[in-house]
């Protein structure tokens, strides 16, 4: 389980805290998707999360962050990392830049660890498998398309296999079928009891494969609860969230009188269809 408990932060320098006095709680085993408007501070949750704030990061740090029942800040970078794999914004930084190949890239945790060969090999190929990285393994990491790179980011952190993966805006640079892949794979990892923090732009994923959504505003968390329940929230395009394209054709559906008032707000197509398929029943 992740406990953010009064948790704030402000960066050296800073005006104002990012975080302010938040609070949050994330069960094993689920996915949760962060959202909020730019610069509400969700890299910064992401950072604090898997330790690197404070560890790693000058600024005013306040309350507690546990995760598993450890106080990251209390220990070391690295046993933060063993515990938390962070999947940053830009894949590019997360090139270790130390190895030559794509397969070497994917290794370098875990040499570092000092896993077998063997285990290290059956687990480089497992990995390139879920994320159909073949093609890519003996090509540099610095060749490689962004979408590519983003992939080989989150191959190299998957492979670790952490208890916690938090990731931010994951598929930001992936097409459709690289976006679907990943989230198949977060799905699988979180079946096998992964706990998975994404941040991610794009609601329609989120609804599809979450447990649940926190809404990240004024450096608080105002919203957390199942996907249904936030993306439908009348107050969610106030937060700087945008709404699902199935809500935002239901809210018009709604005013022009198709779909009652007092109904939900659906969020995905198979709601939809089920909110005008009763609507019709009703009116017939
Ligand atoms: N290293 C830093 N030093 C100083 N201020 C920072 C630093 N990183 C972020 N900030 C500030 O903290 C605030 C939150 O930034 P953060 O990147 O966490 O937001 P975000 O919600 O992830 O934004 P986006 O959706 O645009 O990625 C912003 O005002 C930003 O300018």
Known sequence: MIELSGVGFAYEDAERFTLANLDLRIDAGTVTGIVGASGAGKTTLAKTIAGFIPLNEGGTYRGAASVAGRVLAEGTLSEAAAAVGLVTQNPFNQISGARFTVREELAFGLENRSVPRDEMERRVDEVA???????????????????????????????????????DEPTSQLDPAGTRLVYDVLSTLSDGGTTVVIIEHKTELLHEHCDSIAVLAGGLIVQHGTPGAVLADDRLTSWGVGETRVTTAARLARERGLLPVERALPIGVDDAVEAFSTQTGAAS
Do not use: F, K
Request: charged share 15%.
């Open 129 to 167: 498998a879920r994320l159909r990285l073949e093609p890519l393994l003996d090509r540099s990491p610095y060749a490689l398309s962004g979408g590519q790179m983003q992939l080989v980011a989150i191959a190299s952190m998957v492979i670790m296999q952490p208890p916690v993966l938090v990731m």
